[in-house]
């Protein structure tokens, strides 16, 4: 069994749920199905995890056109082609035109890593289907060369997914799942205080009160996520603007709002001279 324990980091902070099913899927050796609305510092989590265990983070991020094929190795027909024309190196040697992708970086790395799928959810329906047997066996063939490729260390996988659309049933039991809740005010100056130590509290007070009444906005088609919070947080920081009307003037709303709607929504209670909860 490992014998890793994830305890947080300096600069991520986890609830005590999240560690503990962190610390589950590594003693049960299963992927970290993550899943929250973006900005809840999905990515980060594994970030945190390859600091606090010292090991090496290889990120895998998903793209809508990612295919499962590519994590495991690539061949290179292209450049065999190319040095079978100009006499260039032993194109009999197959082996050196095998690219080893994301996954196969992972098994075959000598100490243990982390291995982060970022936003699984962005691949087509059948991604998570066909990583099945290499992410529970730790292990895939290589066709061009008849080789089996086994894992040296078993990697901790992190998976996360922003909920664009569900993963397969098969897929979902082959992993250990947590969702992070968007956090609450408490948990959220936490996170505040870890990046800005130094902040002002009655900056941070009235900053923390005009982000969570902009969320309860029920018109906004993009509420603010954390990390767009800290920008904002910095802006206001970096500027030295008076913060003593910040719900009335809302100043930099472009950095905490990133749909033209929302802006206008915002620039018309500014117009008006409304605070947000007049408004």
Known sequence: MNMNVFKGSDNYVVT???????????AL??????????????????????????ME?????????????????????VQ?????QFGE??????????????LGEAFTADKQVVLLIDEIDKADLEFPNDLLWELDKMEFYINETKETIKTKQRPIVIITSNAEKELPDA?????????????????????INVHFGDIDKK????????????????DLQKKPSTSELLD??????????????????????????????DIDVMNEIKEKGYSLKRW
């Open 16 to 26: 005590d749920e999240l560690m503990n099913a962190v610390n589950v899927s590594i």
């Open 29 to 54: 050796e299963k992927p970290l199905l993550i899943k929250g609305e973006p900005g809840t510092g999905k990515t980060m989590l594994a970030e945190a995890i390859a600091e606090s265990l010292d």
């Open 57 to 77: 983070l290889i990120i895998w991020g998903i793209k809508s056109t990612t295919k499962a094929q590519e994590g495991l190795y690539v061949y290179d027909t």
């Open 80 to 84: 065999r082609l190319y040095d079978s």
């Open 89 to 102: 190196g032993n194109v009999s040697d197959i082996k050196q035109y095998i690219k080893l992708g994301k």
């Open 171 to 191: 897929f979902l039991r082959r992993c250990i799942f947590h969702y992070i809740e968007f956090p609450d005010k408490e948990k959220m100056e936490e996170i």
């Open 203 to 218: 900056l941070s007070e009235k900053a923390l009160d005009a982000f969570y009444e902009i969320r309860e906005m029920d």
């Open 232 to 261: 904002w947080i910095q802006a206001l920081m970096i500027s030295g603007v008076d913060i003593a009307n910040l719900k009335r003037d809302m100043p930099f709303v472009g950095v905490l709002l990133k749909k033209n709607q």
